[in-house]
Structure formats: structure tokens, C-alpha cells
């Protein structure tokens, strides 16, 4: 059995190298005029000049636009918290609290110097009190103390944003935890004197874990989960609140030998970030958003309770996938968005496709596609045979296809044929669902071929998903046909797992 685990082991290895191969460094630099920056020490640039500015506050991904005045003045903020229920992911709702309406909350943009005057509202079907901590602000607590708000009211104070930087605010109301997991954090940018140097393109992303009773995909609604918090076992890591947020026609875009600035937050509540964009170089970083940046990286950590300014110029066009490099979140907790760069090819830069290798945006997709099949179906109510059998067609493409090949053929003498098999038509219905719930392991002859290998358990599928994807396999490539339903995996689920002997 050894051997063929290696060879599986070694499979899976190779898939992870392709995925990560990215481009040649580019030797581009944007302007470094924060580069050349004098060290910022906190300053007070003098009392607050002409009328009052009323701020404009920006839904993600959008950045206000940038501030081009040379003085310090008064700015009005009026950000108003909204407790409601948005889909998480596909056929999945969750009850978010917000600042403004959306998580992560509205960007706020103002110069350093500036004197602002903050109003935060609470709407009156709000069920719970709320404030706000904004790290940009010097004084005991970044404003919560002052800014305590029940249902229905308004609260009000002033703070001048001594430091230039990229800051994070969120909710400090008890229990802390709770609320910053329901999506309560956001970024404000307290630009310098200066101002930001010219880009292209700013866009707003902001990471954050969140907690449910259910598990990850699981259909419905889904209640916040204390426990799974405490632990810091999150069910979802996201960029922007959503599965799905950055992805498709709701990606990111950019146009090849453009600059793009990020402004990336994390809001935790637990997790650190490990931010990477595959196959884009960091020309240079503000890390943790301080004020010195640095040039050349590949993955950058944001804390929880922080962020950074990432910049880079794009030279080919594709789809580069944005990702928590604790990779595991990424692909089976959300955590992936899309920068669609268009354009020419620049074959002296990237040569394309030389190699057959998954390309792991690809590989994204008919996932996400999957997931929206089979969510439109639960929305309306039970799914018929064609229905599980489109949606585990698309599931298959990223789940089994990798091993047992798209075409259900598998791999001689490595992965055993889905197709036309001998050994899946001999099995009773509760050992087949078994076999993606629990793996299978030691000596099997399909169609008239040994295999002795170890195929892992899927534990991160659903009942619905495994239910599907059976029943694609079961009416496939010339199989006997059959359905096999949710509720019959559920059964299988609760059950212990088979003992794997070499006999099946
Ligand atoms: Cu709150």
C-alpha cells in the first residue's frame, strides 16, 4: 500500500507546484514618493481651515477619491450601523451587524491634520447597542468610549488624525468577539500632507473569519457560532464578507501596465492573513500600514486588527487569484478573489501555457459554479434527478476530477475508473456514499485491475454536495444509473465508519 500512497502523495504535490508557479519578477517601479517620505512623527498641522467637508464614504471595493487639498479642515462623518441578513455564500444567509451596510464597512478617507467630527448612528431596528474604535484615533479607547449607541440614537465626538497611515476601526462593544465576527470592522485612510502618489487603480479588501452552528456550504440560514469562535475554527475565511464577493463578474479589474493599489484590512476576529496574489510580484508594500515601504514581496501578514497599502504594476493579462496563503482557507473556506487583468500578452514576460498544468483559477471556478447550481435548486425545495446530476457534474470538476480524471477514466495503475465500473456496480448504496464520507483504503479489483492505494476522506463535503456528486458518477459514462439523496447520506454520515479491510 505504501508505494501507491506515494505515488498519490506525490501526485498531489506536483498539482500544488503547478498552481504555484507564478510570473517573473517585473522590473517595474511605481513612483516612490512615500519612499522618499521624511519619517512622520504625529503633527499637528494647525487648526482646521475653510467650511466643514461632509466625507465621502465608499461601499467595497471602492475608495473614496483621493483628497487634494493642501490644508487641514473640519470633516463630517455620518456612518450608520445596520443589522441585517445577507447570503455568506451560495443558499447560505447569515445576520450580519455593519458599519454602513456592508462588510467589511464604508472606506473612510481623510488628510492627516484634519479635525473630525464623527456621528455614529444606530438604526432604531438595530437589536443591539453598538460604537466605535477607530486605530487612527489618539485617545482612550480610538472613540469607543464616546461613541456607545443604543437603537435608534446618535452619538458624537471629534478627534484630529495626528498619524498618516491606513487604519482599521471596529466595534468595541462587549462581547467584542461577537461583534467584530458579525462583520463589524472597517479601514480608514488618513492620508499624508502630500498626498497618496497617482495610481491607476485603488481598490478596498478587507479579510475576516466567521463562525456558524453549520458547516462550511451548509444550505439555510446559519446562527453565529460562540464556541467555534472561542476556538478560532472558523467555518468561513472571506475577503469582503461574502463567498464569491471578488469573484466572477463581481472580480476586480485592471487593465495590463497599470498600477493597483490595495488597501487590504484584516478584521480578524481570530486570524492572521497571510495575503498573496498568485502570480502578481508586490512592487512594493506599506506593511502593517506603516510608512515605510518595503519592495519585492511575494506574501504579506496582516494582522488581525490591521492592515497594508500593496501595490503593483500589471504587465499580463489573466485572472490573478487573491488569497489567505494558509491555503486550506482559501480553497475550502472562501477565501479567494479575482484581479481580471485585460489586455495584450507579453510573451517575453510570461510565455503562457507551456506545460499542461491545473491552473488553479480554473480550478475555482466550476466549484463556484457548483455551488450556485445546487443553491438555486435547495431554494426551490427539493432537486430533481437532472438537477443533482448538473450540480455533481459541476462538483466533480473540482473535487474527484483530479484524481479520477474529468472523463471518468482514472489513471492505470494509480487512481481506479469511475467509468463503466464493475466495482461500483457491485456496491450497496450505504458503502458507495461511504466511500467520500469516510475514504477508502486497501485492496480493490475494478474491472478486472488491482489497486491498493488510499483515496482520503472528503469531509469538507456536504450532505447535498455528496449527494449530487454520486448521482452524477451513478448516471455517467456509461454506469448503471440510480440517485442517491441527502437524507440517505446523512443516515451514512451518523453512522461510525466501516472498518477498512483489504476485503470490499
Ligand atoms: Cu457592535
Redesign the pocket.
Known amino acids: 500500500m505504501s508505494r501507491m500512497l506515494s505515488t498519490v502523495l506525490a501526485a498531489a504535490s506536483m498539482l500544488a507546484l503547478a498552481a504555484c508557479s507564478g510570473k517573473q519578477a517585473a522590473d517595474v517601479a511605481l513612483p516612490s514618493a512615500a519612499a522618499a517620505a521624511p519619517l512622520a512623527a504625529p503633527a499637528d498641522l494647525g487648526p482646521p481651515q475653510g467650511e466643514p467637508i461632509h466625507a465621502v464614504l465608499t461601499s467595497p471595493p471602492h475608495v473614496p477619491p483621493p483628497i487634494h487639498r493642501n490644508y487641514p479642515a473640519k470633516v463630517i462623518v455620518e456612518l450608520e ?1 445596520i443589522e441585517k441578513e445577507m447570503p455568506i455564500s451560495e443558499g447560505v444567509t447569515y445576520t450580519y ?1 455593519t458599519f454602513g451596510g456592508t462588510v467589511p464597512g464604508s472606506f473612510i478617507r481623510v488628510r492627516q491634520g484634519d479635525t473630525v467630527e464623527f456621528h455614529l448612528k444606530n438604526a432604531p431596528d438595530s437589536k ?4 466605535i474604535d477607530l486605530h487612527g484615533v489618539t485617545g482612550p479607547g480610538g472613540g469607543a468610549a464616546s461613541s456607545f449607541t443604543a437603537p435608534g440614537h446618535e452619538s458624537q465626538f471629534t478627534f484630529k488624525a495626528l498619524n498618516a497611515g491606513i487604519y482599521v476601526y471596529h ?3 462587549a462581547p467584542v468577539g461577537m ?1 467584530i465576527a ?1 462583520g ?1 470592522y472597517g479601514l480608514i485612510l488618513v492620508e499624508p500632507p502630500e498626498g497618496m502618489p497617482k495610481v491607476d487603480h485603488e481598490y478596498y479588501v478587507m479579510q475576516g473569519d466567521f463562525y456558524t452552528t453549520g458547516k462550511y456550504r451548509q444550505k439555510g440560514h446559519q446562527p453565529f457560532d460562540m464556541e467555534k469562535a472561542i476556538d478560532e475554527n472558523p467555518t468561513y475565511v472571506l475577503f469582503n464578507g461574502h463567498e464569491g464577493a471578488l469573484t466572477g463578474d463581481k472580480a476586480l479589474t485592471a487593465r495590463t501596465n497599470e498600477s493597483v493599489r490595495l488597501y487590504i484590512g484584516n478584521g480578524g476576529p481570530n486570524l492572521v492573513s497571510s495575503f498573496h496574489v498568485i502570480g502578481e510580484i508586490f512592487d512594493r508594500v506599506q506593511q502593517e500600514g506603516g510608512t515605510h515601504p518595503q519592495e519585492n514581496v511575494q506574501t504579506t501578514l496582516i494582522p488581525a486588527g490591521g492592515a497594508a497599502i500593496v501595490e503593483f504594476h500589471t504587465d499580463v493579462p489573466g485572472s490573478y487569484v487573491m488569497v489567505d496563503h494558509s491555503i486550506f482557507r482559501a480553497f475550502n473556506k472562501g477565501a479567494l478573489a479575482i484581479l481580471k487583468v485585460d489586455g495584450q500578452e507579453n510573451k517575453a514576460i510570461y510565455s503562457g501555457k507551456e506545460v499542461d498544468s491545473v491552473y488553479l483559477s480554473e480550478r475555482a471556478e466550476p466549484n463556484l459554479k457548483a455551488v450556485s447550481v445546487a443553491a438555486r435548486a435547495h431554494a426551490a425545495g427539493t432537486l430533481s434527478k437532472d438537477e443533482q446530476i448538473a450540480a455533481g457534474k459541476q462538483l466533480f470538476t473540482g473535487t474527484c476530477s483530479v484524481c479520477h480524471q474529468a472523463n471518468g477514466e482514472g489513471l492505470p495503475g494509480v487512481f481506479p475508473p469511475l467509468a463503466r465500473s464493475d466495482y461500483l456496480a457491485g456496491q450497496d448504496k450505504n458503502h458507495l456514499i461511504s466511500i467520500p464520507l469516510h475514504g477508502l483504503t486497501g485492496r480493490i479489483t475494478v474491472n478486472g485491475k488491482d489497486y491498493d492505494s488510499v483515496m482520503p476522506p472528503m469531509t469538507q463535503l456536504t450532505d447535498d454536495e455528496v449527494a449530487n456528486l454520486l448521482t452524477y458518477v451513478l448516471n455517467s459514462w456509461g454506469n448503471a444509473g440510480g440517485q442517491v439523496s441527502k437524507e440517505e447520506v446523512a443516515k451514512v454520515r451518523a453512522q461510525p465508519a466501516p472498518p477498512q479491510t483489504a476485503e470490499h
Open positions: 450601523v451587524w443591539m447597542p453598538h460604537n466595534c468595541a462593544t461583534h458579525n463589524m
